[in-house]
């Protein structure tokens, strides 16, 4: 299996930055941070046509938390600084399968 070191996150935003949401790049998840730092160029440009506000972001993943991340966060600032960040959040979920409650039950007939 192969590690992911970095994801691409890519905002496009309204020219008074009132309204910005995510963009799919060619390529949002990368080996090596690097990787994603030599690809953003490249995709901002393959973007900016039909997104002439854009804004991108590297964020470095970390392979022990590689599949536990569940949250990005993100914001453009007034001065056109994109922020953004990945977490683990702190809520624990379970789950499982409904019990067959017909094989819990006990068949009298099957104790003669």
Known sequence: MEHIAALLLVVSCTQNLSDCREVAPPTALFEVFEGC???????LRS???QHPHLFAKCLEVDPALEDDY?????HVLPNGTLEAKLSVSN???????????RRLAIDPAAMK
């Open 37 to 43: 730092q030599s690809a953003m160029p490249e995709a």
């Open 47 to 49: 973007l900016s046509p």
């Open 70 to 74: 569940d949250q990005l966060t993100w």
């Open 91 to 101: 809520v624990m979920t379970a789950s499982g399968t409904a019990t067959d409650e």
